[in-house]
């Protein structure tokens, strides 16, 4: 499923950067529950647009890469 591909790229982006989930959050500006709850794909309604594009920024990957896997950071 889509949402937990999506979690499972966003943690491992976050680890990669050795960041905490309240660390991702506060450089996204996303709550630290979302973050939590995207990562453990509790909730794919919680794939917004402004989420994913925060998320998407605060890495420096396209939104394509994080929502596809397979195509190449920007």
């Given at each position: 499923?889509?949402?937990?591909?999506?979690?499972?790229?966003?943690?491992?982006?976050?680890?990669?950067?050795?960041?905490?989930?309240?660390?991702?959050?506060?450089?996204?500006?996303?709550?630290?529950?979302?973050?939590?709850?995207?990562?453990?794909?509790?909730?794919?309604?919680?794939?917004?647009?402004y989420s994913l594009a925060s998320i998407a920024e605060t890495f420096g990957v396209s939104l394509d890469w994080l929502?596809?896997?397979?195509?190449?950071?920007?």
């Open positions: 499923e889509r949402s937990a591909a999506v979690g499972a790229r966003v943690e491992s982006l976050r680890l990669a950067k050795g960041w905490t989930t309240r660390e991702l959050a506060q450089q996204a500006g996303l709550s630290e529950q979302m973050v939590g709850r995207l990562q453990r794909q509790a909730k794919p309604s919680l794939l917004t647009a929502w596809y896997g397979d195509r190449k950071a920007s």
